[in-house]
């Protein structure tokens, strides 16, 4: 890893999608009178001395192959500034925070040969504007931005190492990316985790959601987790129509409604919406898109004989399960580990107490 000269100009940023890059790079170089400053089969970058601009190249989707191809059909990629330091970043950022628009941040990411942190933000138009300050360059592509999800910002590092067959700290965590092919089938039962990153904003995948479900069950071992990361509509959408920016590369759009029965519907159980925004990322004719994931278990898992206590606290006055165990408020109520395990992990895990003890004689036990 090189560092990096602290740069004392701030610098437009913008990145381009190309169909050619061994065209492209020769042609800007004509252009701004001066040889990129990086080339390499999946990247291009240009620093004029004579503009304050930072210009990087994208080759488009399926041009290196289905696993390398990241950008999407339209030329401009995203746009954004290169700030000097910390300080104008967070300076930058706390301007639009403070005028209620919303970011996404990201520390020491590895992106585009650099080290970089960084936030992400979407304009009224939909074009994606990333601001980052320059660490450090490194001699690898990185992680934060290999593979770019379908809601205009990059898959996290963690998960880009479970693609490429790392597990996340000691788990077993294998994922699924938009334009990657899906196996035949998963070693059965040897997955603690699955993520599947926009796989179902794939036309590939539109017609064959139910055995890629099948397929992930079985992949999992008993009490092993899903997770499904996707841009979704409140309504049916025959196509998915042209999106902005990094999200061009979205074919289809699931209805959030019929994807949470069809995880259901596969055999998984603890369905629930963990992301949902509240703001659609998206408006189509009057259809609504909106971030959504998905959090689901495979059965089995952790039951044992002896069981343990939650008190579901509110603010209902009690909730039931997708297998009929009721939870009043504020009452002990005994369940087998696993029903535990996925109320804590969940989205309503602020709504329970999972106390460390219990009289097993004040409820009845595992239903």
Not at 69 to 76: E, H, I, Q, R
Not at 314 to 330: I, K, L, N, S, Y
Not at 334 to 340: F, N, Q, S
């Amino acid at each position: 890893m090189n560092a990096v000269a602290v740069d004392a100009t701030m610098k437009f940023h913008l990145s381009l999608n190309v169909s050619d890059l061994d065209r492209s790079v020769p042609f800007l170089s004509i252009l701004l009178g001066c040889e990129p400053v990086k080339w390499h089969s999946d990247y291009a970058k240009f620093e004029p001395e004579w503009l304050p601009l930072v210009l990087s190249l994208e080759p488009r989707r399926g041009d290196l192959g289905s696993k390398q191809g990241v950008s999407g059909l339209g030329a401009l990629n995203h746009l954004g500034f290169r700030t000097t330091d910390a300080a104008a970043l967070i300076d930058v950022q706390r301007r639009l925070e403070l005028a209620g628009i919303k970011t996404d941040r990201e520390e020491g990411v590895d992106c585009c040969y650099a080290r970089q942190t960084k936030f992400w933000v979407t304009d009224p138009d939909q074009n994606l504007w990333e601001v980052y300050v320059l660490e450090s360059d490194i001699e690898h592509r990185g992680n934060g931005q290999v593979a770019l999800n379908v809601l205009n910002r990059p898959i996290s590092a963690t998960a880009t190492a479970a693609a490429a067959g790392q597990a996340l700290t000691s788990r077993n965590t294998w994922l699924h990316r938009l334009a990657d092919a899906f196996p035949e089938q998963l070693a059965a039962g040897t997955l603690d985790e699955v993520y599947l990153e926009g796989t179902f904003n794939s036309q590939d995948f539109a017609a064959s959601k139910a055995e890629v479900l099948s397929k992930s069950l079985v992949g999992l071992r008993p009490g092993g987790k899903l997770l499904i990361h996707a841009l979704t509509t409140n309504q049916h959408l025959e196509a998915a129509p042209p999106l902005n920016g990094l999200a061009a590369v979205v074919s289809h759009l699931p209805y959030d409604r019929e994807l949470m029965a069809e995880v259901a519907a596969a055999g998984f159980v603890g369905v629930q919406l963990v992301k949902f925004g509240d703001r659609p990322c998206f408006h189509f004719h009057g259809i609504e898109m909106r971030e959504t994931e998905l959090l689901a278990w495979k059965p089995g898992g952790a039951e044992s004989e002896t069981c343990v206590g939650v008190i579901y606290k509110g603010p209902f006055a009690q909730v039931t399960d997708e297998c009929g165990q009721v939870f009043p408020r504020g009452q002990r109520m005994m369940v087998d580990t696993a029903t535990r395990d996925r109320l804590q992990q969940g989205a309503g895990a602020s709504q329970f107490a999972f106390p460390e003890t219990l009289d097993p004689s004040s409820a009845g036990c595992c239903g």
